[in-house]
C-alpha cells in the first residue's frame, strides 16, 4: 500500500522534468507529504527500515569509490548539481 504510493510518486517526480531548467531533477530523498492518512506506527516502521537499509549499502560504495580521481569539470558539475538539488526543491 504505502510501497505502491511511493512508487507512483517517485516515477513522476524523478523521471519529471524541471520546467524552468530543462533538466531531470535527479536522485534522492524520501517524502513525507501526504501521508495522514497511513497507520503512524506502520510509517514509523518504515522509516526506521529506510534509515536502517542506507548503512549497509552506503559503506561498501563509499569505500570502493572514495580514492578515486576527479577532474575540476567534474568537480564543478558536483556542485551544480548541489546547487540545483537545492533549487528544484524550492520551486
Known sequence: ???QFYLSFLLRFYTSIAPH????????GIF???LNDYDQEMLLSFAIDCANSVIPVY???TERRKNLPFTKQ????QQLRRGR???FNLV
Not at 21 to 28: C, D, K, M, N, P
Not at 74 to 77: G, N
Open 1 to 3: 500500500m504505502i510501497l
Open 21 to 28: 531548467r530543462g533538466e531531470r531533477r535527479g536522485l534522492g
Open 32 to 34: 513525507f507529504d501526504d
Open 59 to 61: 559503506i561498501p560504495i
Open 74 to 77: 567534474q568537480k564543478a558539475w
Open 85 to 87: 538539488y537545492v533549487e
